[in-house]
């Protein structure tokens, strides 16, 4: 019962401080209510973008399945979910199956890039995370280069490509039918990802220059748009667009 008492209050709160903005900008009532609720709206898409208790154990039983499987089995998956996240980059895949209580350390990447001294580009899939010091040793090796994908990065890979769970009622067509939604619009985060550009973020600081001298105030909005374009994509880039950069 707190957290919705929070919610409604934190909602209400945002609400109205959108509207005050919206409307000291624009002067009109109508446009400030309705992008203050577009604004609330949003941001309680992005909240709710968080993943559930529920998605984390399942993804966390995938991970644990997979450090169980045979080697050459759990290799063939992992290679399917890296060449999905990142289709037709030509790379060697070492999995390093381990718990996923377990760390990824430099003992590991050092024989894993040992034994692949003849591929180009070696990509290190460890159904645990890796320690600070292993990321930053895999950036000095070459020969091949080498890119981690620990637990973390095939946790997010694995919250997009495991399949949904059964809906509840499956008499109804409206959980079905959500469910096709949700699945559509998941998508969008990815397409986010794939567009964010740093000069984006020199634009919005220039267009908000031009709001503080003087101009329109359609310059604040489209600054703010694109700051928030690129906050958000940003955040999803967790998982890089390559995982070897050219």
């Known amino acids: 019962m707190g957290n919705i008492i929070d919610t409604i209050v934190f909602s209400a709160l945002a609400a109205a401080g ?3 903005f919206f409307l000291n900008a624009w002067g009109s009532v109508p446009l400030a209510g309705a992008l203050a609720f577009a604004c609330v709206a ?5 909240v709710k ?3 559930r208790r529920a998605s984390l154990a399942r993804v966390r ?3 644990l399945r997979l450090a169980g499987l045979p080697d050459a089995q759990a290799q063939a998956e992992l290679a399917a979910l890296l060449h999905w996240r990142w289709p037709g980059e030509d790379f060697a ?3 390093v199956l381990k718990h996923p209580e377990a760390t990824l350390t430099t003992g590991d990447l050092l ?3 040992k034994a692949n001294r003849d591929a180009a580009h070696l990509a290190v899939a460890a159904t645990c ?3 600070p010091r292993t990321l930053a040793y895999a950036r000095q090796l070459t020969d091949p280069a080498v890119a981690v994908v620990d637990s973390r990065a095939l946790s997010r890979i694995l919250r997009r490509t495991l399949p949904a769970e059964a809906p509840r009622n499956s008499a109804s067509g409206n959980s079905t ?3 096709r939604l949700r699945a559509r619009f998941a998508v969008w985060p990815s397409l986010l990802a794939r567009r964010v550009r740093p000069r984006n973020a020199l634009l919005a600081a220039a267009l908000l220059a031009l709001y503080l001298r003087g101009a329109s105030p359609l310059y604040l909005f489209s600054a703010l748009a694109l700051l928030a374009h690129f906050g958000v994509a940003l955040g999803q880039r967790r998982v890089g667009r390559r995982l070897f950069e050219e």
Do not use: I, T, V
């Open 42 to 46: 949003a941001g309680r898409r992005l």
């Open 61 to 63: 039983g995938e991970l």
């Open 177 to 179: 039918l959500a469910a």
């Open 129 to 131: 995370p890796a320690e």
């Open 18 to 20: 959108f509207y005050l």
């Open 49 to 51: 973008k968080r993943p």
């Open 93 to 95: 895949l070492a999995p």
């Open 111 to 113: 024989n894993a890039w």
